[in-house]
């Protein structure tokens, strides 16, 4: 009887993955809604800053913030990989990770 219900866990495991994966967005239309959000600065700078955090941390931005550290601009990323989701705090004139990652 065990071994029935470890099946049905695993189908059902199956079935929300599947789910999940069709269900999200289109890589196209995250990166839209990144390039469509306004810039608090330098306009495309945030872009390069964004394109350089998914390099650094092999994970996708699915939302960027503006907010402030110490006085100083900021962006805060919330980084999706297949193992977590994370944020991270940035400069947002310079890249410079403050917190997070």
Do not use: F
């Amino acid at each position: 009887m065990s071994a029935v219900w470890g099946r049905w866990a695993v189908a059902k495991l199956a079935v929300v993955s599947a789910i999940a994966v069709t269900c999200s967005p289109a890589p196209a239309l995250a990166q839209q809604r990144l390039v469509d959000r306004p810039a608090a600065n330098q306009g495309g700078n945030n872009d390069r800053i964004i394109d350089a955090i998914q390099k650094r941390y092999h994970a996708r931005v699915v939302r960027v913030a503006d907010t402030q550290v110490n006085g100083r601009a900021a962006l805060e990323l919330r980084l999706l990989s297949d193992q977590r989701v994370w944020t991270v705090v940035v400069d947002a004139r310079s890249g410079e990770v403050l917190s997070g990652g």
